[in-house]
């Protein structure tokens, strides 16, 4: 399974393009069985030559392995995603790389890490922590950390219900000023099998 969450510096009709093209690249080399360094590679030489300078893409890009629960993946100054433990323990992914299109990069070595059963994956993008309430507050990462621990056992529909209608409650009437993405996936814990 690969997982991918990306995010074009700016806003506008400029940026949604970049992410058009990204995603329409990353479908074409997926199905081709590329590895995530090679990948990861590829993209980094399509924005440097198809994004203006002035514009960057953080990404993270990881490869699960639904057999093994290992995740191979590689993060391109994307905000780092969290594992949320059965227990609460909370394990960072770092960032591995600079932002596509930031800086010249040559090499993508990606990093492993296993999801055990019952871990929480969480990948998210910038719009949620940054919501602000009408005192120019931001929710900010510590608020959205405590929502995902303390409801990390509802169904992955609820809890991401519950982090939204918290946001949306802490902002008010405060109109979002960026798009707010998240991806939430939970390695399943064995079942018990009947002998």
Known sequence: MTLVIGDVSGKGLSSAMYMACVRSMLHAHIEDGLSVAALMLSLAQHTRSTFRTDHFLTLFLGSLDNRTGVLTYSNAGHLPPVIVRPG????????????????????????????????????????????????????????????????????LRSL????????????GDCRPSDDRTLVLLRREKASARIP
């Open 88 to 155: 609460g323990e909370v394990v960072e992914l770092e960032v591995t790389a600079p932002a596509l299109n930031l800086a010249p990069w040559s090499a993508y070595d990606p990093l492993e890490h296993r999801l055990d059963p019952g871990d929480l994956l969480f990948l998210y993008t910038d719009g949620l922590i940054e919501a602000e309430n009408p005192h120019a507050e931001q929710f900010g990462r510590e608020r959205l950390l405590a929502c995902l621990c303390g409801h990390r056992e509802q169904d």
């Open 160 to 171: 991401r219900r519950r982090l939204l209608a918290e946001i949306d409650a802490f902002a």
